[in-house]
């Protein structure tokens, strides 16, 4: 059995090595893949936030991904085509800018974070999944007949946003702005998860009528996890349409906050790297089995269900020979 | 707005939501049974569908094409529930969830692979074509007015069978307290197979005669999943009576929503952005229903237990 701690860094090394043998060996595509493995990886680190440390079993975390992706979106469309956007009498320039760009989208989906917590977290159990999931596709149906940001067809951005003293039209400089994020956002979930914050949360999934007696608030705790949780994949919703230089109403759909659980029970539940892990797999899956075969579903599907079946620890769980985290 | 316009979206809306309470019962029924979430009844609904596709196009017989239809999506389920579904009773809903989702999975690609990518088309048969004039004269087509009876028909067996039948009796009990009744001699594997596969049969029929008012293609079966969960998650999970409120009223609020709220929002605003505001408040009424419902109670109308 191998130490998790070495698991974590093979990982966080092949992460930074395969982008670069890619630019000895000129495989523009290759990085692009890795990118987009990255950018998966901090939108599902975000929902283990939830998931793996609160216990919320939220199938709604396309919302957030959704709402960064549209920050993203309505600013670069406003900066590209001059116009101003007209919010509450105000009247406000678009922007290209990254750094503003990312800050729009964890203030908007922290705080549509806030308000579906507020609202879901009376409920609990299965009804929590499904309240999450109706405020998914809530939020898909609206993004469809918006049709001021394009409907159903979704927006193209033609030049990809700027970040100071990058350009980010190179896949390269693009990858490792994605990855200095994802270690920060690593990194701040490590410290989450060892702080007095984490360890109530960690209790309040296990026994909250304990956390509840010794004068902590359960609600509270999960409904501060849960806006974290949303702020994190909301920034990664706005690398995510970045990357693609295009946002449409399929970042809010239902499979993709099905997705993300999926990079996270592959992985490992409620371990850091468990959706790193998940994230590059499941690419690396898309990519190989999709070569292979066009049914490559059905594989994934098999694997998934191999997963949850019999190894409940995921992948990490596996190698480490430890369960991890039950939610 | 004439009175014989808002009949017709009334009848189209119990159409509906009728066909949602034949998913909704399976759902609900499982759920209340053997505390499962099944993401894939869907893919029964889709599989029931392409069966009495399939079996119409060799045979030309309605009448078979529904029968196979509730054989095949039986079969499926109780297979299913054999090899996996089985495993998962007592396990988390993280794992229930992950399961089933990819059980989605397997189904679609495994039905894309079988038939294509292309839509089927199964017809209405000549005997149920047409419309008909109701009372009022008002001209409805007949074959909505069948799956109209047809789903009111099974809703009265369904509740026959629970209510009056021995099996019925135990499924109750088996809802209550499943260890005393398997001490009691009740083999509660065989009643476990048995609910489920009478949930995934009525799903293929819903699929089956969905199926022949719009196309039968995979991934069909998903958004009818996800306003079946609407529907039970209003009506509270476990309760048949709960699935089949809740059915009701999202099939009128989607239905008369599209049809009303636009014609609302022109009474105060400007006839382009009121028809765009209104539909696309519309598209979103059945969430802000489930969403308020279960604000004002956690557990839906009928719920008891999370």
């Known amino acids: 059995m191998i130490p998790e701690r070495l698991v974590n860094w093979i990982v966080f090394a092949g992460l930074l090595a395969v982008p670069l043998w890619a630019i000895v060996v000129d495989e523009p595509f290759t990085i692009t893949l890795v990118t987009r493995a990255v950018i998966l990886a901090i939108a599902a680190v975000g929902l283990n936030i939830a998931l793996g440390i609160g216990g919320l079993v939220s199938l709604g975390h396309a919302v957030f991904f959704g709402i960064g992706g549209y920050a993203m979106g309505i600013l670069a469309y406003h900066a590209q085509t001059y116009t101003s956007l007209d919010l509450l009498g105000m009247s406000l320039a678009g922007t290209k800018s990254m750094p503003i760009i990312w800050l729009v989208a964890v203030v908007m989906s922290a705080l549509a974070a806030w308000i579906i917590g507020l609202l879901s977290l009376r409920t609990s159990g299965v009804y929590f999944i499904m309240i999450t999931l109706a405020f998914g596709q809530m939020f898909y149906y609206f993004a469809i007949s918006w049709s001021t940001y394009g409907g159903e067809d979704g927006l193209s951005i033609y030049v990809r946003n700027g970040f100071p003293g990058l350009n980010t039209l190179v896949p390269i400089q693009f990858f490792g702005l994605c990855f200095v994020l994802l270690c920060i956002v690593l990194f701040l979930n490590a410290r989450l998860q060892n702080a007095p914050f984490g360890l109530a949360l960690n209790a309040a999934r296990q026994v909250p009528t304990r956390v509840e007696t010794v004068g902590l608030n359960p609600m509270r705790l999960k409904l501060v996890a849960f806006v974290i949780s949303g702020a994190v994949t909301g920034l990664a919703g706005a690398l995510f349409a970045d990357l693609n230089r295009f946002v449409s109403p399929t970042m809010f759909s239902w499979q993709l906050s099905g997705e993300l659980i999926v990079l996270i029970i592959i992985g490992g539940v409620g371990r850091l790297y468990g959706p790193v892990v998940g994230a590059c797999l499941f690419l690396a899956l898309e990519h190989w089995l999709g070569a292979l075969t066009e049914f490559w579903h059905v594989y994934l599907g098999l694997i998934l269900l191999a997963i949850v079946l019999f190894a409940r620890g995921g992948i990490i769980g596996l190698l480490t020979g430890k369960e991890g985290a039950h939610v | ?306």
């Open chain 2, 1 to 306: 707005m004439s009175t014989l316009l808002i009949i017709e979206q009334v009848l189209n809306g119990l159409q509906f939501g009728v066909m949602l309470f034949l998913m909704a019962a399976g759902l609900t029924l499982i759920f209340g049974v053997m505390g499962l979430i099944n993401l894939a009844h869907g893919s029964l609904y889709m599989i029931g569908a392409f069966a009495a596709a399939a079996v119409a196009g060799a045979t030309g017989s309605f009448v078979l094409a529904l029968a196979a239809a509730l054989a095949v999506a039986a079969i499926a389920g109780a297979l299913i529930e054999m090899t996996v579904i089985r495993r998962l009773y007592g396990k988390a809903h993280l794992d229930q969830v992950l399961a089933t989702f990819a059980l989605i999975l397997i189904f679609s690609e495994g039905t894309r692979w079988l038939f294509g990518s292309f839509p089927l088309f199964l017809d209405i048969p000549d005997y149920l074509s047409g419309p008909v004039t109701l009372p009022g004269g008002i001209q409805y087509p007949l074959y909505r007015l069948t799956l109209i009876a047809v789903g009111l028909l099974v809703g009265l067996g369904l509740w026959a069978l629970i209510e009056r039948t021995r099996i019925g009796i135990q499924i109750r009990a088996g809802e209550n307290d499943r260890e005393m009744i398997a001490a009691l001699g009740v083999d509660i594997r065989l009643l476990y197979t048995l609910v489920f596969a009478i949930g995934a049969a009525l799903a293929g029929l819903a699929g089956a005669l969905v199926g022949a008012i719009q196309s039968v293609q995979v991934g069909m079966g998903e958004p009818v999943l996800i306003l079946a969960f609407v529907v039970i998650v209003i009506g509270g999970i476990g309760s048949i009576k709960g699935a089949f409120i809740g059915a009701l009223l999202v099939g009128l609020t989607d239905t008369l929503g599209g049809i009303f709220l636009p014609e609302l929002f022109k009474l105060f605003m400007e006839p382009g952005a009121a028809t765009q505001t209104g539909s696309a408040l519309a598209s979103m009424a059945i969430y802000i229903l489930m969403s308020l419902v279960l604000i004002w109670r956690p557990t839906g109308l009928f719920g008891a237990r999370a």
